[in-house]
């Protein structure tokens, strides 16, 4: 019985042993949105997707960071992040101001995945804390999309910026 003890304990050790955590800074991505009242039942990414170098082995991870608006805000939106292209995507069409292609709205599928909320109250920024598996699977990658699903939007151009992104990393060996 107690070799049996010291045995799970050993394993119990071991396995404490194969993981760590890390904090991480992300770079900051930006998301124009125009001058509508909301977004349609879309998501809007931005024409690029925000790049870093990962780390190797991730199993979990969660990002904290702040939402900021080019206007101060009363609404709640909801945040998506994906892993592909939206530029590839048929169901999603690009935003552009007749030079550059500035954003993609994209219909909710399977490549989206809504990992927040950012909530406005009468301010220009919004605290963030962001989970989930396309969260995740980005920063595998090193290559992800962060969007915005918006109601209630002023009828003026909106710009987000996340900002100040930090992704706390549970790495397994």
Do not use: H
Request: with cysteine; proline share 6%; hydrophobic share 40%.
């Amino acid at each position: 019985m107690l070799r049996s003890l010291l045995l799970a304990l050993g394993l119990s050790l071991a396995l404490a042993g194969c993981s760590a955590t890390l904090t991480l800074p992300l770079p900051d991505q930006t998301v124009k949105v125009a001058a509508v009242a909301d977004t349609g039942g879309k998501v809007v990414y931005p024409a690029n997707p925000n790049l870093f170098s990962p780390p190797r082995s991730i199993l979990d991870v969660r990002v904290e960071g702040t939402l900021e608006a080019s206007q101060d805000l009363f609404l709640t939106l909801d945040l998506y992040a994906r892993t592909e292209d939206p530029a590839q995507d048929p169901g999603c069409f690009a935003l552009s101001d007749l030079r550059t292609t500035y954003a993609y709205a994209c219909s909710v599928g399977p490549e989206d995945e809504k990992i927040g909320q950012a909530g406005f109250a009468n301010t220009k920024s919004a605290p963030l804390s962001l989970s989930g598996s396309k969260l995740t699977e980005g920063i595998k990658q090193g290559r992800l999309w962060l969007g915005v699903m918006a109601k209630g939007l002023p009828a003026a151009e909106v710009t987000f910026t996340f900002k100040n992104l930090r992704a706390t990393v549970t790495l397994g060996f």
